[in-house]
């Protein structure tokens, strides 16, 4: 293909709203174009490289069994009641009544569609197991789309969804999805993925994993222990408290603190230690509206995925309001009424807390909860801190990091079938419901991570296995006749070896042939120049620099395959 011919702008300056590399570069490079928050249409650079990214996919979830299916974009709204889920999951589901006033939503994931595609398909043992996935556009209302394609609002994703009679089956299965999901990786270019124990969130399920790459720009916090191989997202991680200083008992007074509502204010006032505090997390239910009050050590963060998940449902962070019962700054859990209480662990064998008294201006100093409370139940509500107990090793070596989420897969067990009736005759003549397995892959998201992982400061610097084009040819003079002809002929023999290249004949300064060179990001670039013509000579560098030939131009084309067979053997550092 022509440069002059390539639809899309590239500018030097960068946006000055993208604080991500990604963003910027694909904004600058002509990769994209932003429609409205969280929607982006594709340019051909772009485009050519996600599909690059989908057939390596493909590849290898055909290599596993995989049958390629599609389900529709826009689903009635009857599955996901089926389901459960249509009034589960909050607003980033969209609904809507279509001309007939028929209740539909958008697919924001295909679970509901997977089993109802199936469900008739399944009903002897004798089909088990399969698997089928798809490459679906997909709409998620996010309420915070950023950082250019890594969280957006509409998405193309690999999902695939196995079936299986038995546990130990899906076990089995889910163990060769997480190896080819290892080997995409490798293969896009992104052999540093790790996966780690996460959250099932709205998939549910009881086993679920997601793949990270670890950068500074990730949204996600990742758990990792220095120690052993212990990995786990922020958000499922377990936190381990040890209460070294526990506190003699002492009697339950009740002191003036005024004007003093945080827990550093009042510890420092007591004279106290933040660890002998108890701090109160107020949240709103978002069905019903009602208060939740966790409380917590007050050194620690409540961790609101394990809070939602306890509650089975969504929650955020409250206002308190006048009538409320609460008194903001001051809520303990001594003598508080007509509020659900949480309490976390990290509170249990404290003999002497200090918390709020619910009263304006004073706190409780002696509060011993078992003493003073009666009974309670303790959960893990904390997230996970630096230096913290690891729940595998037991050593205070967890270190915590910033992550892409890449890829997720679950264990759904009987989720699905069972709440929609999917059932199959087993070899005895029994009625049971199969299990389910999910497996998820955000095509551009995938994109903008390897970007992520592969550039510097004048652009992306693709991988060969899914670079928009394999070679960039730089005709460096097009006025000169010499340099023309050469150029020219190289294109024709670089295009009759299929191999794929971008050329570039603008009658432009070098300057800015090799800066929009950098943004495309092609991995082999040729340069044809005067100079180099001179010793009948052209180079061929690599866009990383760790490569530099000059070759004979009778050498060309076969110097470029040998090249290209020797990156392409850098990325399977991974058994493919």
Not at 297 to 325: H, M, Q, W, Y
Not at 392 to 419: H, M
Request: proline letters at 4%; charged letters at 25%; a negative charge.
């Amino acid at each position: 293909m022509k440069l002059e011919k390539l639809v899309g702008e590239r500018f030097k300056e960068r946006p000055a709203d993208c604080i991500i590399h990604s963003h910027a570069l694909m904004l600058r490079g002509g990769y994209m174009k932003q429609v409205t928050s969280g929607i982006f249409s594709s340019l051909t650079v772009l485009r050519r490289i996600t599909r690059k990214i989908e057939n390596i996919i493909r590849d290898e979830m055909d290599r596993i069994g995989g049958q390629e299916v599609l389900f529709p974009v826009v689903m009635p709204a009857r599955l996901w009641q089926e389901s459960g889920r249509y009034n589960s999951i909050g607003n980033e589901l969209v609904r809507f009544d279509d001309r007939n006033g028929n209740s539909m939503v958008l697919g924001m994931t295909h679970e509901e569609a997977a089993v109802h595609l199936v469900r008739e398909y399944g009903r002897s043992y004798t089909r088990y197991p399969f698997m089928i996935y798809q490459i679906q556009t997909k709409f998620r209302d996010e309420a915070r789309p950023r950082g250019g394609l890594i969280r957006v609002r509409e998405f193309t994703m690999k999902d695939a969804y196995s079936f299986h009679t038995s546990q130990k089956d899906l076990e089995d299965f889910y163990q060769k999805c997480l190896e080819a999901y290892y080997r995409i990786f490798a293969r896009v270019g992104l052999p540093e993925v790790i996966a780690v124990a996460s959250d099932s969130g709205m998939m549910g399920g009881s086993v679920s994993h997601e793949f990270m790459l670890l950068t500074p720009v990730g949204e996600d916090s990742i758990v990792i222990c220095r120690n052993c191989d212990y990995k786990a997202n922020l958000e499922a991680a377990e936190s381990i408290v040890i209460n070294e200083n526990a506190g003699d008992e002492a009697p339950l007074v009740k002191v003036h603190t005024p004007g003093m509502k945080t827990i550093e204010e009042v510890c420092g006032f007591l004279g106290i230690p933040v660890e002998n505090s108890c701090k109160a997390v107020v949240y709103w239910k978002e069905k019903t509206g009602e208060y939740v009050v966790v409380f917590i050590r007050g050194d620690l963060d409540v961790n609101e995925t394990k809070v939602s998940k306890f509650l089975g449902e969504s929650i955020r962070p409250a206002v308190i309001g006048e009538n409320s019962g609460l008194v903001a700054g001051f809520i303990g859990p001594y003598g508080l009424k007509n509020v659900q209480m949480l309490f976390d662990r990290s509170l249990m064998g404290i003999g002497n807390l200090c918390c709020g008294a619910n009263v304006p201006d004073y706190h409780y100093t002696g509060l011993n909860i078992e003493r003073d409370l009666g009974k309670v139940e303790y959960h893990d509500f904390a997230k996970a801190s630096e230096n913290g107990i690891c729940p595998r090793c037991q050593k205070n070596a967890l270190t915590i990091s910033r992550g892409i989420e890449v890829g997720n897969i679950f264990q759904l067990g009987d989720k699905y079938t069972k709440s929609m009736n999917m059932q199959y005759v087993d070899a005895n003549g029994n009625l049971r419901y199969p299990v389910m397995g999910c497996y998820g892959i955000g095509i551009e998201r995938l994109a903008a991570a390897v970007c992520e992982a592969h550039h510097d400061g004048y652009g992306p610097i693709w991988p060969i296995s899914i670079a928009p084009w394999q070679v960039h040819l730089c005709c460096m003079r097009p006025d000169d006749q010499k340099v023309k002809e050469t150029a020219d002929y190289f294109y024709e023999q670089l295009q009759s070896a299929n191999i794929e290249t971008i050329y570039d004949d603008r009658d432009v300064s070098a300057g800015v042939m090799l800066s929009d060179a950098d943004l495309l990001g092609v991995p082999i670039r040729i340069i044809v120049s005067p100079r180099n013509l001179k010793e009948n000579l052209c180079e061929i560098q690599t866009r990383d620099k760790s490569i530099s030939r000059k070759v004979e131009t009778g050498q060309m084309l076969s110097a470029v395959q040998e090249l290209i067979t020797e990156l392409h053997g850098r990325l399977y550092s991974v058994d493919a």
